[in-house]
């Protein structure tokens, strides 16, 4: 490179890095933990095995960046200054994530994925993580307008959001409708604004 050239940001590098992991999270989606090999990925992808193997070294390495990323870009975080409508719209992202092409399918198998094996279990956990670490902010902006009680409990807001979504996508096989959705972020809101996701006193 002449002396004062930039390299172009990303460049064929994070071009073959965002394919492979795309390619992965569809073949998950798919074909679940189980039926997914770095054979198909690297197929899918356009790309050489050994080009994802020189990043990825395992198929549990692969899936772990995928769903990573895919978890933290899957849904923002909004930040109207209303507590009830950054729940509502939180809950509306939730539901076109887990209604995409590929969002529905790599949740459910994660969830089929975490009995088979110790690395999805451990991934699982590191999805929902990401999850939570997303609505902190929200319930953090809520207490300081004194929207909230004092105490409110982040993660048990996310749980009482969430639940009624995941729980159309993985137990009753229901679509996971706007007006579901909705009425999740309501009641949610609800529940916090009553106190009953205020944290229990440490003991001394």
Not at 99 to 128: C, K, N, Q, T
């Amino acid at each position: 490179m002449k002396e004062g050239a930039q390299a172009r940001p990303g460049g064929r590098t994070a071009r073959t890095r965002d394919a492979v992991l795309a390619a992965t999270l569809a073949e998950m989606s798919e074909h679940g933990y189980g039926g997914l090999s770095v054979e198909a990925v690297a197929e899918r992808a356009g790309v050489h095995k050994t080009t994802v193997y020189r990043r990825w070294a395992t198929k549990a390495s692969l899936v772990v960046d995928a769903v990573s990323v895919f978890a933290q870009s899957s849904v923002g975080v909004p930040d109207t200054g209303d507590f009830a409508e950054d729940l509502r719209l939180l809950a509306q992202a939730i539901r076109l994530a887990l209604s995409g092409r590929d969002g529905g399918g790599v949740v459910r198998a994660l969830f089929s994925g975490a009995s088979e094996a110790p690395e999805v279990r451990a991934l699982l956990h590191r999805f929902w993580a990401v999850r939570l670490s997303q609505v902190r902010p929200i319930v953090e902006r809520a207490l300081a307008r004194g929207e909230l009680p004092a105490g409110t409990d982040p993660d048990e807001v996310f749980k009482h959001l969430c639940a009624p979504l995941y729980s159309r996508l993985l137990v009753t096989a229901e679509p996971i409708t706007p007006d579901a959705a909705d009425r999740a972020a309501a009641a949610a809101y609800l529940v916090a604004r009553a106190g009953i996701l205020v944290l229990p006193p440490v003991a001394p």
